[in-house]
Structures are given as structure tokens and as C-alpha cells.
């Protein structure tokens, strides 16, 4: 191992499915930088003693994926803003003493929305269904955008009351039941759910969609598919899945290890071809 070479990796459980280490070698190449991105597969009970081991060996930064967020916030020595309104870590930088928990998957999906697919937020209405480690990431960088109000409906009803009285401070933010749903019209519905992956949707009342409204589900692939269709169905204009925020949020986690952002078009292109 060269000493030279900044070394970085992406830990969950599982992980062989991750696209995280080809997005990161594509943009270390794009911008002429040496770099070592690699997947680990960790238990959640090996992240700790992980972590540290890989602190002591000099490595310069993590990702976390599923299932380490929550546990990699409380693992981190000190944590960013994101990171504390998310209560969710998705990027560990070394520190000379420990790690600096961040959370960029919020910054990802707003990038994505706005600069890649030209969606407004600013004054707009906003579902966010799920009130789990990804819904709580997009949260705080959604009301950053001043949306005229976020709704947020989770299959379990009591964890949205909690979110929503935790980022009151931050803006327009109310806790909804998937039932009491029914009679409201949003232009933005996002779908944070993990129930794709078992080809199910939440259980929503018809007529959620406003004319002109955009679908978009954090998943990408067959698990995005089941909320898509059913969005299509139910007359939403636009629909996109979670390929471009996966892609922005390794982008920003990029900037925040190396001190600059890589493009990111040509990479989602790739991963889309
Ligand atoms: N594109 C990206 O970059 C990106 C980034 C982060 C996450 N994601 C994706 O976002 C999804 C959520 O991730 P997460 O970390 O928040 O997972 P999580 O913490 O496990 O939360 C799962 C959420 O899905 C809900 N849910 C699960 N099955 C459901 C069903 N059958 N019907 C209705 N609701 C259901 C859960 O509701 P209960 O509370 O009632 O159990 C909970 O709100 C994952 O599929 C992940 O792959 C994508």
C-alpha cells in the first residue's frame, strides 16, 4: 500500500449491492486525484471496534450505510449541523482525535431536485412519507428551501409527531397519518419508505398529487419501481427515482473529504446507461 494514497470506504450490512465505490473512483478519476474507496461489510456490532481500528490505521474517511446512520452519530466525536438535525450520520471525516459525523444525503436530494431536475421547493406543498433514517436526513435541508409547508406521514404514527416537534423551530412542518392524508394536494411527494424493496407501497388516500406535481422515491432500481407506478397512476406529472441523490450525496461527502466538488452529470449517466 502506497502511504501517499488517501484511503476511504463505505461500511454496511449488506453492502455488496453499493454503487458507492465506482461513483468515487469515477470522480477521484475525473479530477486526476489518487485515492482508495473501498466496501466493507460490517455487523453492526463490529462498527465500533471497526471505526476505531481504522482510525488508528490512518484511513481519511467513511461512508455509512444501512444499518450504521444512527449508530455512526453516536459513535462520532463531534457531528455537524446536518448531522444533529438528522440524528443520522451518513459521512465520517478524520479528525486527529476521532471522527466528524456529518450527514449529506438532505444537501444530495435538494441538489438533485433543484439543479438536476429544475424541481421548485421554494413556496411549494411537500409529503415526506417515512419518518426513518433517511426521512429525518432530508428533513432540516428541505424546510432550508422554504417550502410553503412539509407534511410528514410514516406507516408507524406516533415517529412523525416527534420529528415534526423537533424541526418546528425550522419551519412549516406538520405531522400527518397516512389516513388523515385524505383531501390534501401536494405539489412535491417524496418517497423515503424502505417498502419498495419488498414490492410494496404505503397505504395512501387517492388524489395526493396536485396538477403538475413531482413524484420522487429515495430508492432507485426495481425497489422505486412499486411507489413510481402507483404515483404514475394516480396522475403525477413527473417521477424520478433516487439514482441522482445517491450520486449528489457522494459528491458532497467528495467535497468534504478532498476540498472540492466533482461533477457529477457524466457519473449518473454511467450508472444510468
Ligand atoms: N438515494 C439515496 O441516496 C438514499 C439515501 C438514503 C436512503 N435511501 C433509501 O431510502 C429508504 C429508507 O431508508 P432509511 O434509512 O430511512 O430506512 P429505515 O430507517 O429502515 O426506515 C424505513 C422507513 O420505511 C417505512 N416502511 C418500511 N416498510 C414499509 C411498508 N411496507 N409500508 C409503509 N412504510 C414502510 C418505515 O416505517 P415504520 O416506521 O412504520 O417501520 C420507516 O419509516 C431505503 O430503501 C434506502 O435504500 C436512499
Not at 473512483?25 to 475525473?30: G, L, Q, R, T
Not at 416527534?162 to 425550522?170: D, F, G, Q
Not at 404515483?231 to 476540498?259: K, T
Amino acid at each position: 500500500m502506497n502511504a501517499d494514497v488517501s484511503r476511504y470506504g463505505v461500511l454496511g450490512q449488506p453492502i455488496a449491492h453499493s454503487k458507492s465505490p465506482r461513483i468515487h473512483a469515477a470522480f477521484a478519476a475525473s479530477l486526476n486525484q489518487k485515492l482508495l474507496y473501498e466496501a466493507y461489510e460490517i455487523a453492526p456490532d463490529e462498527l465500533a471496534p471497526s471505526l476505531a481500528r481504522f482510525h488508528a490505521d490512518a484511513w481519511a474517511g467513511f461512508n455509512l450505510t444501512v444499518p450504521h446512520k444512527q449508530a455512526g452519530f453516536a459513535l462520532s466525536e463531534t457531528r455537524s449541523d446536518a448531522a444533529v438535525a438528522a440524528g443520522a450520520v451518513n459521512t465520517l471525516i478524520r479528525t486527529a482525535t476521532g471522527w466528524h459525523g456529518d450527514n449529506t444525503d438532505g444537501a444530495g436530494l435538494v441538489r438533485d431536485l433543484v439543479a438536476n431536475l429544475g424541481v421548485a421547493i421554494a413556496g411549494k406543498r411537500v409529503l415526506v412519507l417515512g419518518a426513518g433514517g433517511a426521512a429525518r436526513g432530508i428533513l432540516a435541508p428541505l424546510l432550508a428551501e422554504q417550502p410553503a409547508i412539509v407534511a410528514i406521514s410514516n406507516r408507524n404514527p406516533w415517529k412523525p409527531e416527534e420529528i415534526a416537534a423537533a424541526l418546528k423551530p425550522l419551519g412549516n412542518i406538520v405531522p400527518r397519518t397516512h389516513l388523515s392524508l385524505k383531501g390534501d394536494q401536494y405539489d412535491l411527494v417524496l418517497n423515503a419508505t424502505s417498502a419498495g424493496h419488498k414490492g410494496e407501497v404505503p397505504r395512501l388516500p387517492p388524489g395526493l398529487f396536485a396538477p403538475g406535481a413531482t413524484a420522487y422515491d429515495l430508492n432507485y432500481g426495481p425497489a422505486s419501481r412499486p411507489f413510481l407506478d402507483w404515483a404514475a397512476a394516480q396522475g403525477a406529472s413527473r417521477l424520478s427515482d433516487g439514482l441522482g441523490m445517491l450520486v449528489e450525496q457522494a459528491a458532497e461527502a467528495f467535497q468534504r473529504w478532498r476540498g472540492v466538488r466533482p461533477e457529477t452529470s457524466a457519473v449518473l449517466a454511467d450508472l444510468r446507461g
